[in-house]
């Protein structure tokens, strides 16, 4: 794996794309696999729980990952300091404050205190977030459920993030990186 400011990162042996690990599972450096294979590519991808799920799914997952690791590195957060360190539109972040809100991960402010952000509730991270979305029992961490709940953040969405790139076939696909 590689390290850049945005954490770390991995590269599929077959596709030579970089993805971010925790995508895939990976907190530690002693946890990235001999060989990543990501789930785009054909292989035993290095998160099993990737294999049958949608692109929206496994894109909505993996930035739940993204947002949770981020928020224990922080004591406070705002929409728009969430949609800037995830490079994700505003809409998006929305609905993940609201989510992580809902899950008890981070809760609302005092009145007077609102304009420092949203408190982040580090310890039930720690306790519940990351062993639940970040376990190896496949099924625990990405039970239908939470998928559903994953994609769900971006239903009536336009886009994943700001960026977009035409394919061919008309389809427009995110330029955002596992």
Known sequence: GSSIEGGMLVMCVACEKWSHALCYRILESEQVPETHVCAKCPGECTDPGFIKADKITIRATALWRRALFTL???????????????????????????????????????????????????????????????????????????????ASLFQDSASLGGKRKRVSRGEEVLRTVL
């Open 72 to 150: 224990t590195e922080v004591k406070r957060v705002k929409e728009s300091e969430l949609s800037q360190r995830l490079d994700i539109d505003l809409e998006i972040a929305k609905k993940l404050i609201a989510r992580l809100i809902d899950e008890g991960f981070i809760r609302a402010p005092a009145k007077n205190a609102s304009r420092y952000g949203y408190i982040v509730n580090k310890t039930e991270i720690t306790k519940r977030g990351l062993k639940t979305y970040f376990s190896d029992d496949n099924t625990h961490s990405l039970g239908s459920d939470t998928l559903q709940d994953s």
